[in-house]
C-alpha cells in the first residue's frame, strides 16, 4: 500500500492547484469537476495514494484519451507516488503554491545529495476558492474582492410566451398575411413566397424579497449587492425589490443607482429595520395585498432570501405563502443555512412556508447565488433544489 503524505496546504488550494495543472497540460477540466473532486477528496481523504488516484480519475478525466496525460500530471504533482500503478514515471518536481499575479520564475532547489529538483510553480486562483467561502467567514479584504465579483454578475431572465408574435423562418405557425403580400409585390403579385408567424417570447418579472433581519445580518449586504446586479441586469425584463423586517420596505427605485455603493447607500436610510426582528407573514401579506395581488407577482418568479426565523405566527406565513404560489410562476426560497451540515428545516417559519416553495437553495457564498442566477434564469439544477 503506498501512502501519501499529509498535505501541507489546505485541501481546496490543492485542488485548485491540481486543477489547473491539468488545465495547462490540455485537459478541460470544468469548476464543478473541481468541486466534485474536493468533495470526493473530504471522503477518501488524503492518507493512501489510490483512492486520491481514482478519486481524480473518476471526476476529472471524460475521455480514454486523456488518462495518460493525468497519469503523468497525478505523477508529478502528489510527491511521494512512485511508479507502481502507473506507466509514466513521476518526474522530479518540487511544488509550490502561489496566488494569482505574482509573475516570478521559482528557482531550482537543491536536494541532499546535491541534484537539483525542478520546482514547478502552480498558481492557484483566489477568486475560486472565494467563490465557495461562506459570507459569514469573510474578511474586510474578501468582501472588497467579493463585491467586485458581484458588481460585475448579470442575470438572465426566465422567457415566457408572449401574446405577441413573431416572424418565423419555418413553415409552421400562423400565416403572416402583410408579409405574404409584401413579398408578392416583387413577383408580380404571385404569392409564389409565405411568410409565417411564431409565437414570442419575453422575460418574466423577478421579485426579490430579502430578509435584513438580525439573524440575516452576515448575508443580507451579499444578497442586496446580489439584487442590484439584478435591477442592473439589461437582459432582465423588470425587477422589484423589496426588504422583509418588522416591515415590507420596496427600494427597487433606490437600487436603479448604476454605482453599488451609492445604490445600497440610499437603500439604507430608507430601510428602517435593519438588524432587528422578523415578521414574514405579516411582510408577505402586506406584499400580496399592496403589490402582488395587483399584477406584479403574477405570472413573476419571486425570490425569498431569508433563513425562515420568524417571530410571527406560522399560520400566518403559510397563509401568506399559498396566495402568493397561487399568484406567482415560481416561487424560489434562499437560505443561507441549508449548506450546513445536517440542516433540517425544523425553524417555524421555514416549515411553514417550505409546502409552498417550488425550489429552496443555498444562499451563502458567491457560488451558490451564481446557481441561484441559473435557477433565475430558469436553467434546469440538479442535486440543488427542494
Not at 473530504?42 to 471526476?59: H, I, N, S
Not at 420596505?249 to 422578523?278: C, F, Y
Not at 405566527?313 to 401568506?320: F, I, N, Q, V, W
Request: charged share 25%; hydrophobic share 40%; with cysteine.
Amino acid at each position: 500500500m503506498i501512502t501519501l503524505a499529509p498535505p501541507a496546504n489546505s485541501p481546496q488550494r490543492l485542488v485548485a492547484a491540481f486543477c489547473r495543472l491539468l488545465r495547462g497540460a490540455g485537459l478541460a477540466v470544468p469548476v464543478g469537476d473541481g468541486i466534485i473532486f474536493a468533495q470526493s477528496l473530504g471522503l477518501v481523504g488524503f492518507e493512501r495514494r489510490e483512492p486520491v488516484y481514482w478519486a481524480g480519475r473518476a471526476t476529472l478525466v471524460h475521455r480514454p484519451e486523456d488518462i495518460a496525460v493525468y497519469d503523468r500530471v497525478f505523477a508529478s504533482f502528489w510527491l511521494g507516488v512512485g511508479q507502481q500503478s502507473l506507466e509514466v514515471a513521476p518526474t522530479p518536481f518540487v511544488l509550490a503554491l502561489d496566488a494569482e499575479g505574482d509573475d516570478h520564475e521559482p528557482p531550482a532547489t537543491p536536494d541532499a545529495d546535491g541534484s537539483n529538483h525542478q520546482t514547478l510553480s502552480v498558481r492557484y486562483s483566489a477568486s475560486e476558492v472565494l467563490r465557495h467561502r461562506d459570507f459569514a467567514a469573510y474578511s474586510s479584504a474578501e468582501w472588497d474582492e467579493a463585491r467586485r465579483i458581484l458588481s460585475i454578475m448579470r442575470l438572465h431572465a426566465e422567457p415566457r410566451r408572449s401574446r405577441r408574435r413573431r416572424p418565423s423562418r419555418h413553415q409552421r405557425g400562423r400565416p403572416d398575411v402583410r408579409r405574404t403580400i409584401r413579398r408578392a409585390l416583387e413577383s408580380d403579385g404571385e404569392p409564389l413566397r409565405r411568410a409565417w408567424q411564431a409565437p414570442a417570447d419575453r422575460p418574466r418579472r423577478l421579485v426579490l424579497l430579502v430578509d435584513v433581519s438580525g439573524s440575516m445580518e452576515p448575508y443580507a449586504r451579499a444578497l442586496l449587492r446580489f439584487a442590484h446586479a439584478a435591477v442592473s441586469s439589461r437582459s432582465a425584463a423588470a425587477v422589484e425589490v423589496f426588504t422583509l423586517g418588522t416591515r415590507l420596505t420596496r427600494i427597487t427605485r433606490q437600487l436603479s443607482w448604476r454605482d453599488p455603493d451609492t445604490a445600497l447607500a440610499e437603500a439604507g436610510q430608507l430601510v428602517e429595520d435593519w438588524s432587528g426582528g422578523t415578521r414574514l407573514g405579516s411582510g408577505l401579506r402586506m406584499f400580496n395585498d399592496r403589490w402582488g395581488r395587483p399584477g406584479m407577482a403574477r405570472g413573476a418568479v419571486v425570490v425569498i432570501l431569508s433563513d425562515g426565523w420568524d417571530r410571527g405566527d406560522p399560520a400566518e406565513l403559510g397563509e401568506a405563502m399559498a396566495r402568493l404560489q397561487r399568484l406567482a410562476s415560481r416561487v424560489v426560497w434562499v437560505n443561507p443555512l441549508k449548506a450546513s451540515p445536517g440542516y433540517a428545516p425544523l425553524a417555524r417559519g421555514m416549515a411553514a412556508a417550505l409546502p409552498y416553495v417550488d425550489q429552496f437553495i443555498e444562499g451563502h457564498s458567491l457560488d451558490a447565488l451564481e446557481r441561484l442566477a441559473l435557477v433565475i434564469s430558469g436553467v434546469p439544477q440538479r442535486g440543488h433544489g427542494r
